[in-house]
């Protein structure tokens, strides 16, 4: 069984940063991509971006392209997610997602674990 708990969320104001940490439980980390999702109220849920399996490529949603990074610490069992230049478009629950062995753009579609999310608040 593999769990994920996502922090760093909370209330900013527009233009700031805050930086997302996703851990999984378990061994083989490095063998499991990562990838993180927003929705909120209203909304559909949206993939924001992902890092494939290993040392892994990126991907990004046109939305956060050049805004936010996505990055992986190995040693640590823990994935990241740099927010900067945050919108109050931005302002959504974000949750972490794991699947072993696939790359950056397939953790879109149908992961096999999540985390129990974290919210961010951008205010005008």
């Known amino acids: 069984q593999v769990q994920l708990a996502e922090s760093g969320g909370g209330l900013v104001q527009a233009g700031g940063s805050l930086r997302l940490s996703c851990t999984i439980s378990?061994?083989?980390?490095?063998?499991?991509?990562m990838g993180w999702f927003r929705q909120a109220p209203g909304k559909e849920r949206e993939f924001v971006a992902g890092?494939?399996?290993?040392?892994?490529?990126?991907y990004y949603a046109d939305s956060v392209k050049g805004r936010f990074t996505i990055s992986r610490d190995n040693g640590k069992n823990t994935g990241y997610l740099q927010m900067n230049s945050l919108k109050p478009e931005d302002t959504a629950v974000y949750y972490c997602a794991a699947k072993r062995f696939t790359s950056a753009q397939d953790m879109g579609v149908n992961p096999n674990y999540w985390g129990q999310g974290t919210q961010v608040t951008v205010s005008s």
């Open positions: 890092i494939g399996w290993g040392i892994g490529s990126t």
């Open positions: 378990g061994r083989t980390f490095s063998t499991y991509a």
